[in-house]
């Protein structure tokens, strides 16, 4: 029995009385991930860590991590037989340090990538197609493995290197397909053993906003630095450390979700909709709208925590009016309701 299976062992017990069952969870991560995991009680109080290492023991879990040195990213272009983040786990995880490839949970976040770098839709494409085929890959066949994916965090407004919003939109869509359950990471996955986090989209200000899609303000650092302060790494901490026990404990699809009661109106609707339901807008809850045949022409993230009411634009992801026909609102996340939707013109 390796070191790390005899602490869990020694922590099984005290974990059963939380409801929680004990991991190990290995963590793969840049300087962003470190400051999640560090204790947040720091010299410099404006970025202190998130304290997920000693949070996560004291549920239990034994945690290992390691530093990625190499570029963070799914994908590289320029150089084919390196695939930063994807490469660990070709060759049925080839290059994992030995720790992760006896994990019961693995997490790996994106650090420089994608906030900078997606430049068009190609490479957007290209860093999907490689998530699924080289990551989700490796999980498929290793279903005694779990999958934690966070995506990067977004610029300081006034950050080195601030991408233009075009890449940022990017950014942010690339870490909503990694939540996105139907259409997105998960969907792929044969044994509900990955699950995403967007990152970028929690801390992010949300589109339409000045500075969209940049560090909201609360989690800026007082100097222009692209890491967060503390109460960002508190906060993304915090969800990650949801995930974890959630998915220790067997919940593939995350934090245990409540059925919520749905209204819709006007229905039948034209151009827009309102929809209200006590706690709707909990963080990381979104809105797929499907096709009678089941295809998901929509995903819309609900940006305001806790918000009772939100009104959702009818249209496809690429801003096109939905046609007439019937459809179905399926709110994800948090909370989760289904309710058949009459669009009219």
Known sequence: MNAARLVLSLFALASCSLGVEAAHVHFIHQSTGDNWLRDYDEWDPDFGGGNL???????GHVVTDNWHYDDNAPYCPWDPEWAGLCALFINDGARLPAEARTADIIIIKSCFYPTEYLVDDVTLQSWKDHS??????Y???????KLIYCSSVPHHRQGENCPPPAVRARGRAWG????DTV??????SS????????AFAFTARPPGQPHENTLRAEYEISYPDNHMNRAGNVACAARVRELVNA???GVGEGPSRRSLELSVWPNPAVGQVHLLGRGLASAGTRVCLHDIAGRC????????????????????????RLDPGVYIVDVQGGVEARVPLVVIR
């Open 297 to 320: 022409v929509n995903v819309v993230a609900l940006e305001g925590r806790w918000a009772d009411e939100v009104v959702v634009d009818l249209c496809t992801g690429d801003g096109r």
């Open 247 to 249: 998915m220790a404990s």
């Open 176 to 179: 909503q397909w990694l939540e």
């Open 183 to 188: 259409a997105g990471l998960r969907s792929y």
């Open 53 to 59: 290492r000693a949070n996560l023991q004291s549920d």
């Open 191 to 198: 044994h509900g053993n990955v699950v995403g986090f967007s």
């Open 139 to 145: 999980f498929n066949a290793h279903p005694e493995q």
């Open 132 to 137: 699924v085929s080289d990551i989700v890959g």
